[in-house]
C-alpha cells in the first residue's frame, strides 16, 4: 500500500498521449530541415515506422515531439499539454548509439527508475525483473560499457522500457547490429508492442519495417509524403519518391 | 663517485631505518599536500563543473582566465600570500605565516585552477555524451550535474591527483609562505634545497627518492584510474 502514489505515477495518471506536432519548422544553419510537418503519434496501438532517405528529418522531427529540440515554429503537445519534465518518463527513446552510463547493467535501469520517481526499495526488484524478460539477467553486474554493441543497445531498449512508457521512440535501433542482436531487438519491440506500448520507429531496413510496423509514415525533404497502413504502402506507394525509394533507387 | 655511492647508501639506511627526521619531514609534506588537494576539491570540483554545463556571459572568458591560471608560477603564489599574511598585509593580524596553515592555502591557491580546468574539460566532454539521454530522462539541471561528476569519476580523481602531484613536489610557494623551518614547516622539498646547500647529501637524497617515489606512484594511479574509465573495445 505504502507504493501506492508512485504507482500512479507510473501508471496511467498522467497519460502523453497523444504525441502531437502541429506545423513543426526546425532550420538549422539556413537549411530549412523540418518544414511545416504535421504528426501525431500513440493514437493507435502498434509499430508505426518512419521511413525515408537520409536527411529527410527523421530524426529531428523525433527529437521535437520528445522535447529534445525546440520548433522555430510550431507547438508539439503531449496528451494536449505542453511537455514537461514530469511526465518525461512515459516517452521512451532510444538512440541510434546506445548510451550507457559508467555503471553495471543493472545499476543502469536502476537510474531511469529513480529519475522515474519508482520508490528506493523497489528499484532492484523491477531491474532484475526487466533483464530477466530480456534474458539479460547473466550480464546484470558488468559494466554496461564493456558490453558488446548489440547487449548494449538491448539494454538501452529495456532500459527504455523499464518505466512503461507510453510510447518509445527508436531512430535506427538496429542499424550498427548484426541480424542476431537485431532480432533479439525486435523481439523486445513485438512483446512490448503486444502489451501495449506504441512505438514510433525510424529504420533504412525494409524488411524490418515491413515485420514490425502497422502504419508507414514517409518522409522527404522535411516534409511528410504519405501517411498510410504498412500493407498499402509496401504494395502501392502514393508517390513516385516513395515508390523509386521502396525500389532502391536514389530519391532526389 | 664515492660521494655518490656514500650519500645512495645512507639514504636507503635513513629510509630503511624510519629515521624520525625524515618521518616528520615527510610526514608534514603529506598533511600539507593532501589538505590543499581537499580544499582545491572542494572549491574546483563543483566549480568546473557549473561552468562545464552552465551558460553564462562572460563563460568563455573566465574558462580562458582559470586555463592561463594553470600555469601560474609557484614563486609567484608564494609571494602574493606571503604579501596578505604579513604583518602589514590585510590578513597579517591572522599571524599565520610562517605556518603549516600558510602553506596550506598557498597550495590550494597554485592548485584549485588546475582541479577546476581538468573539471571543466571532463564534464564537458561528458555533457556531449549524456545530454540527449539525460534530458529525455527528464532529469533537471543540478541532476544532470550530479550525474555527470559520478560518470566522471575516474577522470575527476586524475584531477586531483594532478593537483597532488603539482603541490608535493613544489618549492617555491611553501619556502617563501613556510619559511623551511625546522620541525614546524619543513617539506620534503624545502629540506632538500637546504640540505643540498649544507652538502648533506644523503638526507636530501633520501627525500628525493622518497619524493619521486609518491610521484611515481600518484602518476600510477592516474594510469589505472584512466585505464578503468574507458570501455574496453576502444
Not at chain 1, 553486474?141 to 558490453?147: N, V, Y
Not at chain 2, 604579513?86 to 610562517?98: K, R, V
Given at each position: 500500500m505504502q507504493y501506492a502514489p508512485a504507482q500512479s505515477k507510473l501508471g496511467a495518471?498522467?497519460?502523453?498521449?497523444?504525441v502531437v506536432g502541429r506545423s513543426l519548422t526546425y532550420k538549422r544553419d539556413m537549411r530549412t530541415?523540418?518544414?511545416?510537418v504535421d504528426a501525431k503519434f500513440g493514437c493507435s496501438r502498434g509499430v508505426v515506422a518512419v521511413l525515408g532517405p537520409?536527411?529527410?528529418g527523421k530524426s529531428v522531427m523525433f527529437r521535437l515531439l520528445a522535447g529534445l529540440l525546440t520548433p522555430d515554429c510550431g507547438s508539439v503537445t503531449w496528451a494536449g499539454l505542453e511537455p514537461d519534465r514530469l511526465r518525461a518518463h512515459k516517452i521512451g527513446f532510444v538512440f541510434q548509439r546506445p548510451v550507457m552510463l559508467r555503471r553495471s547493467a543493472i545499476a543502469n535501469i536502476v537510474y531511469v527508475l529513480a529519475a522515474a520517481g519508482v520508490p528506493a526499495k523497489m528499484r532492484d526488484e523491477v531491474a532484475r525483473h526487466a533483464l530477466e524478460q530480456a534474458r539479460l539477467l547473466d550480464i546484470a553486474?558488468?559494466?554496461?560499457?564493456?558490453?558488446s554493441g548489440g547487449e548494449q543497445q538491448r539494454l538501452a531498449l529495456v532500459r527504455a522500457l523499464a518505466t512503461q512508457p507510453e510510447l518509445v521512440f527508436l531512430?535506427?535501433?538496429?542499424?550498427?547490429?548484426d541480424p542476431g542482436s537485431t532480432a533479439a531487438i525486435e523481439c523486445l519491440v513485438q512483446r512490448a508492442r503486444d502489451a501495449g506500448t506504441r512505438f514510433a520507429l525510424i529504420t533504412q531496413d525494409m524488411g524490418q519495417a515491413r515485420r514490425l510496423a502497422a502504419e508507414v509514415i514517409f518522409m522527404h525533404r522535411g516534409r511528410i509524403l504519405e501517411c498510410t497502413p504498412a500493407e498499402t504502402f509496401f504494395c502501392a506507394p502514393g508517390t513516385p519518391e516513395a515508390a523509386s525509394y521502396l525500389e532502391g533507387k536514389i530519391v532526389f | 663517485m664515492q660521494d655518490l655511492t656514500h650519500a645512495f647508501t645512507t639514504a636507503f639506511q635513513l629510509i630503511g631505518s624510519l629515521d624520525p627526521v625524515l618521518i616528520e619531514i615527510v610526514g608534514l609534506s603529506l598533511k600539507v599536500s593532501l589538505t590543499a588537494v581537499a580544499i582545491a576539491g572542494l572549491i574546483g570540483l563543483p566549480t568546473g563543473a557549473l561552468i562545464a554545463v552552465g551558460r553564462f556571459r562572460g563563460r568563455t572568458a573566465a574558462i580562458t582566465f582559470i586555463n592561463a591560471l594553470m600555469g601560474l608560477p609557484a614563486v609567484v603564489v608564494g609571494l602574493l600570500v606571503y604579501m596578505l599574511l604579513?604583518?602589514?598585509?590585510?590578513?597579517?593580524?591572522?599571524?599565520?605565516?610562517?605556518t603549516p596553515t600558510a602553506m596550506i592555502i598557498a597550495q590550494a591557491i597554485l592548485i584549485t585552477p588546475i582541479v577546476m580546468a581538468l573539471t571543466r574539460q571532463t564534464i564537458e566532454d561528458l555533457k556531449v555524451e549524456y545530454d540527449e539521454q539525460l534530458r529525455v530522462l527528464g532529469r533537471g539541471a543540478l541532476q544532470q550535474t550530479a550525474t555527470l561528476i559520478w560518470e566522471g569519476r575516474h577522470s575527476l580523481l586524475t584531477a586531483l591527483l594532478a593537483g597532488f602531484g603539482r603541490a608535493i613536489a613544489e618549492v617555491g610557494a611553501v619556502l617563501i609562505?613556510?619559511?623551511?623551518?625546522?620541525?614546524?614547516?619543513?617539506?620534503m622539498t624545502t629540506a632538500i634545497a637546504l640540505e643540498t646547500s649544507k652538502g648533506d647529501l644523503s638526507l636530501a637524497l633520501g627525500l628525493g627518492i622518497i619524493l619521486l617515489t609518491l610521484a611515481f606512484v600518484a602518476n600510477a594511479i592516474v594510469m589505472a584510474a584512466r585505464a578503468s574509465s574507458q570501455p574496453s573495445y576502444v
Open positions: 495518471a498522467s497519460s502523453v498521449l497523444p530541415i523540418i518544414d511545416h537520409n536527411g529527410a553486474k558488468t559494466p554496461a560499457r564493456s558490453l531512430d535506427e535501433p538496429t542499424s550498427n547490429l | 604579513s604583518n602589514s598585509g590585510p590578513l597579517g593580524a591572522l599571524q599565520i605565516l610562517y609562505v613556510g619559511g623551511n623551518i625546522n620541525h614546524v614547516t619543513r617539506t
